[in-house]
Nanobody
Framework: QVQLVESGGGLVQAGGSLRLSCAAS????????MGWFRQAPGKEREFVAA????????LYTDSVKGRFTISRDNAKNMVYLQMNSLKPEDTAVYYC?????????????????WGQGTQVTASS
């Protein structure tokens, strides 16, 4: 069992930046690949970014490439999502997720544990 708690969301003007954090507790954090997903009102949850257990490889959805960066600190049991040049269409609840294994995958059904989410709002 892994418990995940997100923080760092908020309201920012378009073009601004936010850094989301996800604190993990429970089983050995380095056993899990990690991902970030988001869900906007009236829309399905969508993949944002993922990172391997070691942090050596990452995967991003096309709409955030060059603007968002996922990283992790296994010593602190933390995963981060640095979001720059935010756009109104980035507005959503952002979720941290963990999956047993190392591969970076985008399917939400492949993740085993989820946080409660943190709201990100980018105003125009």
């Amino acid at each position: 069992q892994v418990q995940l708690v997100e923080s760092g969301g908020g309201l920012v003007q378009a073009g601004g930046s936010l850094r989301l954090s996800c604190a993990a507790s429970g089983r050995t954090f380095s056993n899990y690949a990690m991902g970030w997903f988001r869900q906007a009102p009236g829309k399905e949850r969508e993949f944002v970014a993922a990172i391997t257990r070691s942090g050596s490889s990452t995967l991003y959805t096309d709409s955030v490439k060059g603007r968002f960066t996922i990283s992790r600190d296994n010593a602190k049991n933390m995963v981060y999502l640095q979001m720059n040049s935010l756009k109104p269409e980035d507005t959503a609840v952002y979720y941290c997720a963990a999956r047993i294994g190392s591969a970076v995958l985008s399917g939400s059904q492949l993740y085993d544990y989820w946080g409660q989410g943190t709201q990100v709002t980018a105003s125009s």
